[in-house]
């Protein structure tokens, strides 16, 4: 393979590990917009989604197909699901604590990770569970550059989904009340915004967008694993900050330069596959040295 | 001699200006005030010569020394140390405790010194202790040392908090709003410990008050910001004649009350 | 007036309990006794898991400060205890180092993996600190698997055990006594510092940032040291560690590794030294008492750790001296 080809195929595995990592990112940064909490979990309700569009899937599958069809339905049906879920981790975990210093949310956080982890563990006996959905090996053939139908849609559904939230936020009233309480909590509530519904919604959005893309990885890589929102937690996050944490565009951006980095990063001599990871790390390390608002987020002068 | 000169600070937030171009300064030995309706400015005033706001623009010198680029951990160093609006004591430690944190930055010792307990260590360790508790007796607290500090009564954590204050060995004293919700005899020893702070210890004294009663009789010097802009500046009575400054108070309330004439 | 005084103290509530110096030397002695006489009693089997309880009696002491007493989230300390275990690996099986020669070198490693890991993220908000410390957790390991000098997945193996003196340490109980002094360091230098200069800068830091910067307090600096403290900490945990095994391995050093310590310090109580080490006891010894629950057993963990944060976040072990403060 020439020197082209490798390229445009690294550019494609990079779009589409970038969407993955773009939808996961936009759910922390939402939560971390709105009430200021890095949501630990939220990689492991990622893994959530995953196993629950496994289940709908596999009780839908007789009805609908196992193709591309019946993974879409799951995925809606997991996104609301797993959104609900999200609503009920913050009413019973996060709510009690926001008012309590910052290490015991973090704390609280990382514990609701860890059911979440250990809970699926325990039900999974730490198994790979084949997802079971068909979505056939066909694609396009651009000289010797090969996208496969799968990698297509994939990517059209994540963009899809980033569209619809970007509408949302900015057109409709309830995303503007979003923004007001990501600004000043305290001012919104003077101006009569419901903030507890506000941050409900968020988490459920945010939530859902994670489920949606564990549901899809589920479909494209073909299993599920009860340890697989750790490393995506983890991506997700140093693409929340590349972009600027607390910013919707910024995920996005942040999302496909991660997973472009990660694709390309691991053609440089001396960074195999088995350094991406660290490669990842790394650039989060640099960022926060360097940059650590990000592309896209603002400096802010925290209040005395 | 001057002590604090504040030249051209302007701080904005988001576009709105908080501070424009205010020019200020304090003479060694001073006791003086600043005074100014609410929102105009004051705490973020202090907030930049302590080095928690950078301004966008201008300088602020201490004894000649620019202050501006500090961290605030380095101007109090340097000699500027403040009290806060809203009280803002260590929980969960004990008054000595709190009045100690003050002296972490005139002393020196580290992890080795502290793990093996050298004689050095012990003796600053005492030095620390004496000092603090000198402090709160130079305010007023002569017991319940050991007391969570939070659970304090009210007026007696401000006097922590000035105790606090007192031990970073300070050469400018700056007090946010020092006998906010102070009962009137509290106020009145307020202004004896005050004058003490500048007659026994030297330190140069300025605060933020909205009781001009207080203000009129404790200050040498006043000045008057109002919406970010330094309007006025000079001795209580030039101030309380001033009309610049009445029709500043006046705008928001009835002014010739709140300065007390 | 209300009388409620509060000493805040590294020792929790049993400062009200052992009030007397005499009581507390009895105490003190009845504790050191029951180490001493303890693996006689227990067997081989239970000297062996004492001795890893004692580990994560060093390891969450360490932790500790980080969390406990600077109030710094660090989800990956598992990377300084396995800078110290493939330092000692690597100098006396590569370097034909001398363990007590490659254990200044494993402190030292971890005092420069400590500054250059703490010094970039400890300026920005302290969610980030977790983070990052999670991200290099696993950079540690990734290195560990993937590098030759550190022998990949399986690790290294064949680590010769220390000599002190002419006494070979080597069998169970020898390492068994190993831990139980290093055990008595590690309290009393957490004692030593919790009471020092440094030590109630870390509680002011950890309290109001804000204040304790106005008080002239560089809180950059004071975290770094509770970050590079905890960092030795778990180095020389790691270098005993391998010593101890003769063998060690990626699997080791994981992320569930840094969760695990960090329980021992969740459930007793941070920032007090009994219950630290009460956790420590808990998070070694239930799994034993736990054994048929298989992977349920973290979960459990788990679940504990949730209700704790919810319900009791002072931990389990009792602060009587501290009460009222605490929400
Ligand atoms: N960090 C900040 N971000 C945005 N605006 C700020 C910030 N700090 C202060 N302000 C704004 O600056 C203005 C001046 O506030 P400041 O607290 O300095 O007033 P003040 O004179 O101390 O008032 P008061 O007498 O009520 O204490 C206010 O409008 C306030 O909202
Ligand atoms: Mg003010």
Not at chain 1, 8 to 20: A, C, E, P, T, Y
Not at chain 1, 228 to 233: A, K, S, T
Request: aromatic share 10%; net charge positive; charged share 15%.
């Amino acid at each position: 393979m020439g020197f082209i080809d490798i390229f445009s195929q690294q550019l494609v595995n990079g779009i589409v590990l970038g969407s993955f990592y773009a939808l996961v990112a936009l759910g922390y940064t939402m939560v971390f917009g709105v009430v200021k909490l890095l949501n630990f979990a939220h990689g492991d309700l990622y893994m959530v989604g995953g196993f629950a569009g496994f289940l709908i899937l596999s009780f839908l599958s007789p009805f609908i197909g196992p193709g591309w069809f019946g993974v879409a339905v799951s995925m809606v049906f997991a996104m609301i699901a797993v959104g609900i879920l999200g609503v009920v981790i913050e009413r019973v975990a996060y709510a009690p604590m926001l008012s309590a210093p910052r290490l015991s949310i973090l704390i609280t956080a990382l514990a609701v990770s860890l059911v979440l982890q250990n809970g699926m563990l325990t039900i999974t006996k730490g198994q790979y569970v084949p997802f079971g959905s068909a979505l056939g090996f066909g694609g396009v053939n651009l000289g010797s550059l090969f996208i496969s139908y799968n990698q297509m849609i994939l990517v059209g559904v994540s963009i899809a989904l980033m569209a619809g939230l970007e509408i949302f936020v900015s057109r409709t009233q309830y995303g503007r009340a979003m923004r007001a309480v990501s600004v000043d909590k305290d001012m919104s509530r003077l101006l009569g915004i419901n903030v507890n519904r506000v941050i409900a919604g968020t988490f459920f959005l945010g939530t859902g967008l994670a489920a949606a893309a564990g549901t899809m990885a589920g479909a494209y890589y073909g299993s599920l694993w009860y340890f697989m929102g750790f490393l995506i937690g983890l991506k997700a996050f140093t693409a929340a900050v590349i972009g600027g944490i607390g910013s919707i565009p910024g995920a996005m951006l942040g999302g496909l330069i991660l997973g472009l980095l990660e694709s390309f990063g691991t053609q440089l001599p001396g960074v195999g596959s088995e350094w991406k990871d660290v490669f990842s790390f790394s650039v989060l390390i640099l960022v926060l040295v360097f940059k650590p608002t990000g592309l896209l987020g603002k400096p802010e002068q925290e209040r005395m | 001699m001057t002590l604090l000169q504040v030249q051209g600070v302007s701080l904005s937030f988001a576009g709105s200006k908080v501070l424009q171009g205010v020019n200020f300064a304090v003479a060694e030995g001073a006791i003086a005030s600043l005074i100014g309706p609410n929102g105009a400015g004051k705490t973020s005033l202090f907030n930049c010569i302590t080095g928690f706001y950078k301004p966008q623009a201008g300088s602020i010198r201490l004894a000649g020394t620019e202050t501006l680029r500090m961290k605030p951990h380095q101007v109090t160093r340097s000699g500027i140390a403040r009290t806060f609006q809203n009280v803002r004591l260590f929980r969960e430690m004990s008054v000595t405790e709190n009045v100690m944190s003050g002296l972490h930055c005139r002393t020196s010792a580290g992890i080795i010194e502290s793990i093996l307990r050298l004689p050095g260590q012990q003796r600053e360790e005492t030095m620390i202790r004496d000092f603090a508790e000198e402090c709160l007796t130079f305010v007023g607290i002569t017991e319940g040392w050991d007391r969570d500090a939070t659970t304090l009564p009210y007026g007696w954590q401000r006097r922590v908090e000035i105790a606090r204050a007192l031990a970073t060995k300070p050469k400018l004293l700056l007090l946010d709003e020092p006998a906010a919700g102070l009962t009137s005899s509290e106020k009145e020893d307020l202004i004896g410990l005050i004058g003490r702070i500048r007659d026994q210890r030297g330190i140069s004294v300025l605060l933020i008050e909205h009781d001009t009663g207080l203000v009129m009789r404790v200050s040498e010097r006043i000045s008057v910001l109002d919406h970010g802009v330094m309007i006025a500046e000079g001795a209580p009575k030039e101030i309380q004649a001033n009309p610049k400054v009445i029709e500043a108070y006046l705008g928001v309330e009835d002014g010739e009350a709140s300065l007390g004439l | 007036m209300p009388d409620t005084p509060i000493r805040p103290s590294a020792w929790g509530g049993l400062t009200t309990i052992l009030d007397t110096p005499l009581k507390r030397q009895v105490a003190i002695a009845v504790i050191l006794m029951a180490m001493i006489v303890a693996p006689l009693l227990f067997g081989q089997y239970a000297t062996v898991i004492l001795t890893n309880a004692l580990l994560y009696v060093v390891l969450a002491l360490g932790l500790n400060i980080v969390v406990g007493y600077a109030g710094l989230l660090d989800l990956g300390f598992a990377a300084f205890f396995a800078v110290g275990a493939y330092t000692v690996g690597i100098a006396t099986l590569n370097f034909g180092l001398n363990f007590w020669l490659a254990l200044p070198l494993a402190v030292f490693f971890a005092i420069i993996a400590g500054i250059i890991i703490g010094t970039p993220t400890l300026r920005l908000r302290s969610d980030y600190l977790a983070i990052v410390t999670l991200g290099f957790g696993e950079i540690v390991r990734l290195a560990a698997r993937n590098l030759r000098e550190t022998g990949g997945a399986s690790g290294l193996s064949g680590i010769e055990s220390p000599w002190l003196f002419g006494w070979h340490i080597s069998t169970p109980l020898d390492f068994y006594y190993v831990f139980c002094v290093l055990a008595i360091i590690a309290v009393v230098v957490s004692v030593r510092l919790a009471n020092s200069r440094l030590g109630r800068a870390w509680l002011y830091v950890r309290h109001d940032e804000d204040a304790a910067e106005a008080m002239g307090i560089d809180r950059v600096k004071v975290k770094l040291a509770a970050y590079v403290v905890g960092a030795v900490y778990g180095a020389i945990g790691g270098a005993f560690f391998a010593a101890n095994l003769g063998a060690i391995s990626p699997n080791s050093f994981s992320f569930q590794q840094s969760v695990l310590i960090l329980m021992a310090v969740i459930l007793g109580g941070m920032g007090k030294i009994p219950g630290v080490i009460l956790g420590a006891f808990i998070v070694i010894l239930a799994p034993e008492l736990l054994r048929d629950f298989g992977d349920l057993r973290l979960f459990i963990f788990a679940v504990g750790l949730l209700l704790i944060m919810l319900f009791r976040p002072s931990g389990i072990w009792p602060a009587k001296s501290r009460t009222g403060a605490r929400r």
